[in-house]
């Protein structure tokens, strides 16, 4: 992978470039960033900043608690005149 032109990267350069979200996504994430790091040691917050941005930007799942869940179906029979019931 062509990695060069990170010397020039901005954070938001980092958080946009499907190169860099490819990388962070990887399973070895944190060995290749390190890597990146000792390469652009200028670009180390850089590199940390925009890798944390997109690990918490990247939510697989959403979970609704418990209790939202039951409002939400309140309104849902509510609307529905216990049609679905």
Known sequence: MDTERFNTFTVEDFIIDDNFRLIVK??????????????????????????????????????????????LWAKVVEVSGNDII
């Open 26 to 71: 990887n399973s070895n994430a944190d060995k290749v960033l390190d890597e990146l790091i000792l390469q652009y040691p200028d670009k180390k917050q850089e590199l940390l900043l925009s890798a944390k941005i997109i690990k918490e930007l990247n939510v697989t799942t959403f979970r609704q608690s418990e209790i939202r869940m039951k409002e």
